[in-house]
């Protein structure tokens, strides 16, 4: 008998959608598939899969999770969050116009700006955060209005359902990066958007143990091609990652209340610590989009940036003087995670487009971990005194 879960509330549905998909001994977790292909019945007859490329019933356990928790009616996963997005711009044709923030992860304006913008795709990068600028940046051949919101790494708030807005009285389509905050605190699709991508190596996963990504559509149309896409171009996550993953979702709502409890803490103490120059969390009431967080997010998520005071070598000192903080890139996982967006998650940048975000050396980037607030304080505040 299916179960439906529909109605139930967030925490219930990661647990529980996806799950129950062995019928021969009832197992209560997802079995892994590993195989590459499926025997079939007859000339055109299998149990719904044949090639794992195509199709694989663990990585469709990880898709109806998904699906679910955004919202959507259809999600394909991917070998990498870069993939996810990849899949994403295969929608649109040479000349085609997307707009996008100028301070989005390094990683996907490294991809814009090149290899898409070589194969023709044209690019602005605007600041978003004023919509005259997305208005100023419109032309007739705008396709797409990409959003990232909080941004990577400076934390600033993109309007979603003015942007909405404005892709809809020109005809574009609006794609949100959910990454930073997973659906726990955030749901593109109940303000307008179209497509969410998320590069569930971060919350979703939460371990730090796999990297993939995901497109959850809500169109029919944006789902068939999604699929065809990822399908075509070999872009699916294996069946082990797709497992991972969705181990990870089940605990996505109680990591998430942990990551924003440190968070929090952290932020409160970075802000008058006498080294620090400047903290970007948009749970901090004197953040300048904070009333717009409170708006459009169910929580303040657990990434916060902030400049210490002094240069670069002083940056990577505090890095360095850490015992809990590991100097590594990605976030969302368990551990709490610094890094320097200059040297690292934003290198791909030119040096221009990172001043223009509001990126310097002093800047650094933290994903707090599940660790207790007390001791990420108390290291954090040993490691700007060292």
Known sequence: MTKDFSKDKFETRCVHVGVDKDDTFNSCITPIYPTSTFRFEALGKTKGYDYTRSGNPTRRALEESLTSLEGGIDCRTTCTGMAAVTATMHMFKPGDHIIAGHDIYGGTYRLFASPFTDYGLKFSFVNMQEMENIRRAVTPQTKCIWIETPSNPLLNLVDIQAVVGVAKSVGAVTIADNTFMSPYCQRPFEMGVDIVVHSTTKYLNGHSDVVGGAVITRDKDHAERIGYVVNA?????????????????????????????????????????????????????????????????????????????????????????????????????????????????????????????????????????????????ADMRHALEA
Not at 253 to 262: I, K
């Open 233 to 377: 171009l070999g872009l699916a996550n294996s069946p082990f990652d797709a497992w991972l993953v969705l181990r990870g979702v089940k605990t996505l709502g109680p990591r998430m209340e942990a990551h924003q409890r440190g968070a929090m803490a952290l932020a409160r103490m970075l802000q008058v610590h006498p080294q620090v120059e400047k903290v970007y969390y948009p749970g901090l009431p004197d953040h300048p989009h904070h009333a717009l967080a409170k708006k459009q997010m169910s929580g303040f998520g657990g990434m916060l940036s902030f400049d210490v005071k002094g240069d670069g070598a002083k940056a990577e000192r505090v890095m360095l003087n850490t015992k809990l903080f590991a100097m590594a890139e990605s976030l969302g996982g368990i551990e709490s995670l610094m890094e320097h967006p200059e040297t690292m998650s934003h290198a791909s940048m030119s040096l221009e487009m990172r001043r223009g975000a509001g990126i310097t050396e002093k800047t650094l980037r933290v994903s707090v971990g599940i660790e207790h607030p007390d001791d990420l304080c």
